[in-house]
């Protein structure tokens, strides 16, 4: 579904406020379709809750992690351990 994700990858675009991101998740395919639609400068980053690694190559790839991940309480301490690990 990602609604949110989407949302906060149309208000980036249509913002202009910051000059290089890239959207980000589990499935290449979408991803690459939303990058798409709204011109992300970044381009895709692929990476998954259930695979630690994928998130810390991530993080350490970023200065700043929007993170809609949800239902938040089951997925977003594994991004959040990746941030803090990576320092971003």
């Known amino acids: 579904n990602c609604f949110t994700g989407k949302q906060v990858v149309k208000q980036l675009s249509e913002s202009g406020a910051i000059a290089r991101w890239a959207v980000g998740g589990r499935r290449?395919?979408?991803l690459a379709e939303l990058a798409k639609r709204?011109?992300?400068?970044?381009g895709v980053v692929v990476s998954d809750v259930n695979d630690p690694t994928?998130?810390?190559?991530?993080?350490r790839n970023t200065r700043l992690v929007l993170n809609t991940t949800g239902p938040y309480r089951f997925f977003g301490e594994a991004v959040v351990k990746a941030c803090i690990e990576a320092g971003a």
């Open 28 to 30: 290449q395919q979408p």
């Open 54 to 59: 994928s998130l810390l190559e991530m993080a």
């Open 38 to 42: 709204y011109n992300a400068p970044g």
